[in-house]
């Protein structure tokens, strides 16, 4: 065959699959056997394979997975990704919509939708191919997650009909309780941690490295807004109408409704009928219909006023408390945590429920052998939400908090307006010391990809490493044969009984330890500065302090005031930041850190081209025409400036927005300090707008 027949042919079989495809996946109508569909698909496939230049990344061969994602890269969302308010009770429902009727004028119609109990996603197409799919993430910006997204058959990778140029659809990405159950019983054949519900196993699916593994998983998506700059329909369900057309999966649960009781009866349909669908809901989002209205009713900080999710009430179930185990964490915090007798609760059995901390027990005021509600509220953890008092036996035991760390027998101390109570022997206590080396090494720290919790404890047992510094002197002779059989202890959540394992180091996993610990002294100085594991300093947060201080040695000497001026750092991090450095036994770890040669010093820019802000700080306030707030900050990092929060003497100019501060401009004036309008900055930058930093 020769090039040009096999991209007609490639062409041809494509939309013969994508046709069979929709028919299978999205309206249930199959006309052919899955014996000739796979034929389809392996003549598709193995033409590929003769001629890979013709691959497109919207062919349906693209579902069959394959491609690993080693780092998931983050992407500032076009249009925020919002939640939606919650309310639990009808009353609440009545109230928002007599609100919303009072401020509109005329008639307004609702949408009533299904609430799918997944994650939440967010797929840009561009000219009818799926370009991008993005998790949610912190509302602003989220993982690219788009190879795994691909492989689930509901989500089109090419669209048919009268698609607009560039749109982005929103979604949720559900497992099925087939496929959920399926995986379960797989991971307990393989002696793995199975997960608590749905959510969690779609959550865990999507951030998987390897597609192919995520295709295994079946995994399902419904579509249920659409968000684009020149939207050509008028309501709501119109553009959701428009969006099933093109090929997406819309589901056919929807209802119009023009007054309360028309939603109460949906909410009451659902309430019932969900007990039979082959996914979770959790609930029902009532919607304003008409875009130009949603428009006037706007949006608060986190969610729109134009739409609210009914979440129906969790399912509940009555147990006895056997005993209460106290679990040391990471940071020293101690959380008690209930043994209950076995209760079938919401399609699983609940053995254990969390007690959060001391307040709890004590408002509970709870006595061992009571009788206790749990529920599950779609929360991982199950919680408990009541005693009956009226089953407590007269000489019954009340439950105490303890005194001494259970582990280390060190007395426990409290910070002050803080409900938790902590062991403050962070350097001697054993799953403080484990769980910090787990943080180091874990993806997002250090990525020492061979090591995990199993391993960490072998280490430790053997007094092979007592801290993160001793990894680096670990030599194959030490590593070489070391076995244990361990405790896996449950990683998803309270529910499930720990797993044995059998751990051992054979010369693969030592030489494969001791590559990646090479390899990771090349991990850029934020990702180090996470994985020190300081309190309250996330993944974001170190970055945003590797940025502006440019060195570990610089944030040894920054004041507490001085970390304060950097965007995002308050007092609490910043008193967090200085009580860690200001322990000379951390001082200690990070100078021995330095000498193994990891990277305790920011990247130096080596384009001066690209780093005309450098040195500079500067303060962004107010809204902007061509930017996102968040996106003027990225630019002025990119460029290598440094944003900070409050206007002092040292801010070197203030980019003004519309609606900036009365405060910030009275400051920037009386100390003197430029401001420059969002032209300006435009002008002085050659950026028009954030393009090149969003892509
Ligand atoms: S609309 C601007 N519709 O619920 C808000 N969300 O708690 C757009 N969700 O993050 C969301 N089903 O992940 C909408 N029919 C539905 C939904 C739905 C589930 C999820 C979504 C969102 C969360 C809000």
Same mark, same amino acid.
Request: charged letters at 30%.
């Given at each position: ?557 920054? =004041?507490? !005031? #001085?970390? %304060? &001026?950097?965007? /995002? ?6 008193? $967090? ?50 930017? =996102?707030? !968040? #996106?003027? %900050? &990225?630019?002025? /990092? ?6 900070? $929060? ?50």
């Amino acid at each position: 065959m020769t090039k040009e027949e096999a991209k007609a042919r490639i062409a041809e079989l494509s939309d013969i699959i994508d046709n069979h495809n929709y028919r299978y996946y999205i309206l249930a109508q199959p006309t052919i056997s899955d014996y000739d569909f796979d034929m389809l698909m392996n003549e598709l496939l193995s033409l590929e394979q003769q001629f890979p230049d013709l691959i497109t990344e919207s062919s349906p061969s693209q579902r069959v997975g394959g491609g690993i994602t080693k780092e998931f890269a983050t992407v500032r969302h076009k249009y925020p990704m919002l939640s939606l308010s919650n309310s639990y009770n009808k009353e609440e429902i009545i109230d928002f919509i007599s609100r919303i009727k009072k401020s509109i004028d005329g008639p307004v119609d609702f949408v009533c939708e299904l609430k799918f109990d997944g994650v939440s996603i967010s797929l840009t197409y561009e000219k009818g191919i799926l370009r991008r799919a993005v998790t949610r993430g912190d509302g602003s910006r989220g993982d690219d997650v788009t190879t795994n997204i691909k492989t689930i058959h509901t989500i089109p990778l090419r669209l048919k009909g009268d698609y607009p140029d560039f749109f982005e659809m929103r979604g949720e990405i559900i497992m099925p309780h087939n496929s959920f159950e399926k995986i379960n019983i797989e991971r307990e054949d393989l002696g793995l941690p199975t997960f608590a519900n749905p959510r969690n196993a779609a959550a865990g699916t999507i951030k998987l490295q390897d597609s192919k593994e995520v295709a295994n998983r079946r995994l399902d998506n419904y579509c249920y807004y659409m968000m684009m700059d020149d939207m050509p329909y008028k309501t709501h369900y119109e553009s959701l109408m428009a969006a099933r057309r093109w090929g997406f999966n819309i589901s056919e649960h929807i209802a119009l409704c023009h007054d309360i009781d028309e939603i109460e009866s949906f909410i009451n349909l659902w309430d019932v009928k969900r007990k039979a669908l082959s996914f979770d809901i959790d609930g029902i989002v009532i919607k304003v219909n008409d875009f130009a209205q949603q428009e006037e009713l706007g949006y608060t900080a986190k969610s729109p006023r134009w739409a609210i999710a009914y979440k129906f009430k969790a399912e509940e179930a009555h147990t006895k408390l056997l005993s209460v185990d106290f679990q040391v964490g990471r940071h020293g915090t101690i959380t008690p945590v209930a043994n209950l007798e076995p209760v079938q609760l919401a399609g699983t059995t609940v053995k254990r429920a969390t007690l959060h901390n001391a307040d709890f027990i004590k408002q509970l005021d709870l006595h061992y052998d009571d009788v206790v509600s749990v529920e599950k509220g779609g929360e991982i953890i199950p919680k408990i939400t009541g005693v009956d008092l009226q089953c407590r036996k007269d000489n019954s035991i009340p439950v105490s908090f303890v005194s001494k760390c259970p582990e280390c027998g060190t007395p426990l101390v409290q910070t002050e307006g803080e409900a938790a109570w902590y062991c403050p022997n962070s350097l001697g206590c054993p799953p403080q010391i484990k769980g910090r080396i787990e943080h180091f090494i874990s993806r997002k720290a250090m990525n020492i990809e061979s090591l995990g919790e199993g391993k960490i404890e072998v280490l430790f047992d053997n007094h092979l490493v007592n801290n993160y510094a001793d990894l680096y002197d670990l030599k194959y002779e030490q590593l070489y044969g070391l076995e244990k059989v361990i405790e896996i202890k449950d990683e998803y959540n309270l529910l499930q009984e720990p797993v044995l394992r059998k751990v051992s180091f054979k010369q693969k996993t030592a030489d494969n330890i001791l590559e990646s610990l090479q390899k990771s002294k090349k991990v850029p100085f934020a990702r180090v500065l996470f994985a020190l594991g300081i309190k309250y300093v996330g993944e974001t947060t170190a970055k945003l302090i590797a940025n502006a201080e440019g060195s570990v040695d610089n944030i040894i000497k920054a =004041s507490t !005031e #001085e970390l %304060k &001026q950097i965007d /995002e750092v308050g007092e609490k991090i910043a008193l $967090s930041v200085r009580e860690f450095f200001d322990d000379e036994r951390n001082i200690d770890l990070v100078n021995r850190l330095k000498a193994a040669g990891l990277q305790f010093e920011q990247e130096k820019r080596t384009s001066t081209e690209n780093n005309i802000l450098a040195g500079k700080s500067i303060v962004v306030s107010g809204s902007f025409t061509n930017f =996102s707030r !968040e #996106e003027i %900050k &990225q630019l002025i /990092e990119d460029l290598g400036g440094k944003n900070v $929060s409050s206007i002092s003497s040292k801010t070197d100019f203030v980019v003004a927005g519309e609606k900036m501060g009365p405060e910030k401009k009275k400051k920037a004036e009386a100390l003197n300090i430029p401001v420059l309008s969002e032209e300006e900055f435009i002008a002085m930058t050659g950026r028009k707008n954030s393009m090149l930093t969003l892509f």
